[in-house]
């Protein structure tokens, strides 16, 4: 059974501070690993898909990489603001694994 | 488009109780699903739907029944809800063809059961 953590679970910043998440995952024989942002009370927003031939894709100040072989997967972000603010979740296709998400604060 | 929208935003219910959570989206996708989320855990998948007329269970599916009789509609039955219910309930829909991986989510119903 996959199994995907995220480590760590809450994390403050202060603005501008460049900074990544990880995302792990215990079988490396997934499709696709995909990383959504979810805002108090609200659903999930996709922000990057990386497809398994792929090793990372970038949106504006995001970047997400992907190394199948160690089971990990990263999310860069770059000069963080007040608004990046959310919890990051990433989840691997195959059978649509989450992890519990890591709840970021950047500080103004 | 309204996306995916679902009701009751919240709600509480006694243990034994029955209730259906609603959902529905309008972007004409064959698949749709149900997870629960609870805190320190990720979403887990409870049933899902590819098609009206087909169901099939997902990760958590015990206490928890779903029917499909349009492609817009996907509700989640509890029929005797129990305090291990209580959780957050997402509904998502996405396409069978084309871009398949843009999964859409409501944004979710807080149920408690006392």
């Known amino acids: 059974k996959q199994e995907v953590t995220q480590i760590p679970a809450a994390l403050s910043v202060p603005e501008g501070e460049n900074l990544v998440l990880n995302c792990s995952f215990t079988?490396?024989?997934?499709?696709?690993l995909q990383w959504f942002r979810q805002d108090p009370g609200k659903g999930l927003t996709s922000l990057l898909l990386?497809?398994?031939?792929?090793r990372e894709q970038t949106s504006g100040r995001l970047n997400a990489s992907l190394d199948k072989s160690s089971g990990r997967s990263t999310l860069y972000i770059a000069a963080s603001q007040p608004g990046d603010s959310a919890t990051y979740l990433c989840?691997?296709?195959?059978?649509?694994?989450f992890g519990a998400g890591t709840r970021l604060t950047v500080k103004p | 488009n309204a996306g995916v929208t679902q009701t009751p935003k919240f709600q509480v219910l006694k243990t034994g109780q029955s209730m259906t959570l609603q959902c529905a989206q309008d972007?004409?996708?064959?698949?749709m699903s149900w997870y629960r989320q609870d805190p320190g855990m990720g979403l887990r998948l409870i049933h899902y739907?590819?098609?009206?007329?087909?169901?099939d269970q997902g990760e958590v599916p015990n206490g928890y029944n779903v029917s499909r009789s349009t492609t817009e509609d996907f509700p989640l039955r509890l029929l005797s809800a129990a305090p291990s219910q209580t959780s957050v309930y997402f509904c998502?829909?996405?396409?069978?063809?084309?871009?398949?991986?843009?999964?859409?989510f409501g944004p979710g119903t807080r149920l408690t059961v006392t």
């Open positions: 998502a829909s996405r396409p069978t063809s084309g871009n398949v991986y843009e999964q859409y």
């Open positions: 079988d490396s024989a997934i499709y696709n």
């Open positions: 990386i497809q398994s031939s792929q």
């Open positions: 989840a691997v296709w195959g059978d649509m694994r």
């Open positions: 972007m004409n996708h064959e698949y």
């Open positions: 739907s590819v098609g009206a007329g087909i169901t």
